[in-house]
């Protein structure tokens, strides 16, 4: 029996699944469609779903997936969970229940071309101060990740929040300091960044030299590749001060959508995938990006993508989970536009802060519907 499958259309989102055989046949979608397509029609359309962890909300309100303790052993997540770096597997659990497997790990970092930046900033202090000396810093502020960078800085100045339930915003003075350093930040970006996503800042820094450090990006260990001519350099997350570095966790994971039938193939064939020699053997050998802790330390992983792995293990172990309510993808994609036009607009930081707070609010009123 075959099954059809859903991945994102880039070579970490697809070679390794494509590769691995088994019963599944993958199709893929944009960046863009993963970010923000509904999570409904997707899965009345496919067995296997590759998303992101904000589209939970989104997905138990329409019933579409099915939950995994359904269909694994306890042992069996345990272990996953045990394995996995982070809070990936948990940025996959809401109401109790578990509704995807961790299948890649990542979060914002920060990306330096090393051959062009002698002295790596380390807090935002110094990377503002870079930018101001006209050092080539770029923010990433296309489709979500304006709003994506807000609450990275967000969480750096304020370590304890936890916004994964929707239920809480950030406090305003929080939020006013985080849109003073972005604003300052939006306005020194070269204009050519502005429309890119984090793979379109890889790209170009990887081949040119506009852009020479961007402080929050996703990182993509395909862009760390030592054998690459132009090597991305990639480390924690900018930091306040001594603090522990801030950052928006991102990865992705498995989800089995309710019209799949599994059978015993299917469910092997899954377990294989988060197996730990999997995870550092196989996924990395195929352009992926493991969420195994041991890949992340593994010398012999790290090795070849110039420590991308042992670079940020430390910003990826405490990053933060977004909001998962029905209704964040849409705000996220609302407060993405609302800043870019306060930062070009030279919006005073509390009165944007103020938006902000009115937006998040207006996307809590789903909170707690069902699906008609």
Request: charged share 20%.
């Amino acid at each position: 029996m075959t099954f059809r499958g859903l991945t994102w259309d880039h070579p970490r989102g697809r070679l390794a699944l494509e590769r691995a055989g088994g019963p599944v046949t993958w199709n893929v979608q944009s960046l863009e469609g993963f970010e923000s397509a509904p999570i409904r029609e997707t899965c009345a359309n496919y067995d296997l779903v590759v998303l992101d962890h904000p589209h939970l909300g989104e997905a138990l309100n329409a019933g579409c997936l099915r939950p995994l303790d359904e269909l694994f052993t306890s042992a069996d997540l345990d272990a996953i969970g045990a394995r996995t770096i982070g809070p990936c597997l948990e940025s996959y659990e809401m109401a109790g229940r578990l509704w995807a497997l961790p299948l890649d790990a990542a979060t914002q970092v920060m990306a330096v071309r090393g051959d062009m930046v002698q002295d790596v900033p380390r807090t935002w202090d110094a990377v503002l101060d870079m930018a101001r000396a006209g050092g080539k810093v770029g923010l990433s502020l296309a489709g979500p990740h304006a709003f994506l960078s807000f609450l990275s800085v967000a969480q750096a100045l304020n370590p304890g929040m936890d916004l994964r339930n929707g239920d809480v915003w950030v406090p305003t003075e929080t939020a006013t300091r985080a849109l003073a350093i972005l604003g300052e930040l939006a306005r020194l970006t070269p204009e050519q960044v502005w429309p890119l996503n984090p793979i379109g800042i890889l790209d170009l820094m990887s081949n040119s030299e506009a852009l020479a450090l961007c402080p929050l990006v996703y990182g993509y260990v395909n862009y760390a590749d030592q054998a690459l001519d132009r090597t991305i350099y990639f480390c924690d997350a900018p930091s306040i001060g001594d603090g522990a570095p801030g950052s928006i966790l991102g990865g992705t994971g498995i989800a089995v959508s309710t019209r799949c039938e599994v059978t015993e193939d299917l469910r092997a064939h899954l377990l294989w995938l988060m197996r730990e020699d999997t995870q550092t053997g196989f996924i990395p050998q195929n352009a992926g990006q493991p969420s195994a802790r041991a890949a992340w330390r593994d010398a012999d992983v790290n090795a070849p993508v110039g420590g991308f792995y042992a670079q940020t293990t430390r910003t990826l172990e405490t990053a933060s989970i977004r909001p998962r309510h029905e209704g964040f993808i849409a705000f996220q994609s609302d407060a993405s536009a609302l800043l870019r036009e306060g930062f070009q607009s030279n919006c005073p930081d509390g009165r944007l802060a103020s938006d902000l707070a009115e937006l998040f609010s207006r996307s809590q009123k789903t909170v707690g519907r069902k699906a008609g």
